[in-house]
């Protein structure tokens, strides 16, 4: 079946120091895997995507994620986190169902803080 | 252009009542997705509408809740005889096609459901 981990449930960091998220799928072929941002008050966000192609794929906010197929894993990465950054992180795979539906199976968020 | 809308923003209920929850969809976004989001919990898939075809009702976790699509825009999810466990975040999301593609959800803010 498939799933989705985010390993860390909570990460505190800096402002002005790096930042990387990690997340790990389980899916029986080419995922398509997604980063949403939940911020205070606000509506899930699309970060970045990736379907194919370029394994490094870049999204708004200055974020980027690496597919490593190898590993099973789309991490999200930012090398300079700012304060506004701090949200919950929510990483997604998509995944086909019956009559050829199609759900996004979500792990369980991180929630990232930023220390000023 | 105005993105998903969502009504109530809150709502507070006691249990054995029933309540329904409406999600305003973007205009010309064909697939509708309904989410619940427990507390420190990921998302969980409820239903999902596409166009004219039958909803995906694999997500729903009891026959007290249940979901229409009037004309194929706004969409209602009725919870019947609440109980305390239904209290969540309720989100709706919508896209411009689910079948054949993976594109991308816009989520409307969330009705925030509290069961007395």
């Known amino acids: 079946a498939q799933s989705v981990t985010q390993p860390d449930i909570h990460i505190t960091v800096s402002e002005g120091a790096s930042l990387e998220l990690r997340c790990n799928y389980s899916?029986?072929?080419?995922?398509?895997l997604f980063w949403y941002v939940q911020s205070p008050g606000q509506g899930l966000q699309l970060l970045l995507k990736?379907?194919?192609?370029d394994t490094l794929v870049q999204g708004i906010k200055g974020f980027e994620a690496e597919f490593k197929r190898s590993q099973s894993s789309f991490n999200l990465r930012k090398p300079s986190v700012h304060w506004s950054d701090a949200a919950e992180y929510f990483c997604?795979?998509?995944?086909?169902?019956?009559?050829?539906?199609?759900?996004?199976?979500w792990g369980l968020g991180t929630s990232l803080a930023v220390n000023p | 252009g105005a993105g998903v809308s969502q009504s109530p923003s809150n709502k507070v209920t006691e249990k054995g009542k029933d309540v329904e929850l409406r999600c305003d969809p973007i205009s010309g976004h064909t697939a509708l997705y309904w989410y619940r989001q427990s507390l420190g919990q990921g998302l969980e898939f409820l239903i999902y509408?596409?166009?004219?075809?039958?909803?995906?009702k694999s997500g729903l976790p009891s026959d007290r809740f249940s979901a229409e699509r009037t004309g194929g825009s706004v969409s209602t999810l009725t919870i019947q005889r609440t109980q305390q466990e239904d209290s969540a975040v309720y989100l709706c999301?919508?896209?411009?096609?689910?079948?054949?593609?993976?594109?991308?959800?816009?989520f409307g803010p969330g009705t925030r459901l509290t069961v007395l």
């Open positions: 997604a795979v998509g995944a086909l169902n019956v009559g050829n539906n199609r759900k996004l199976i």
């Open positions: 990736y379907f194919s192609g």
């Open positions: 899916y029986g072929a080419t995922p398509y």
């Open positions: 509408f596409q166009g004219n075809s039958a909803p995906d």
């Open positions: 999301a919508s896209s411009f096609r689910g079948r054949g593609t993976y594109n991308e959800q816009f």
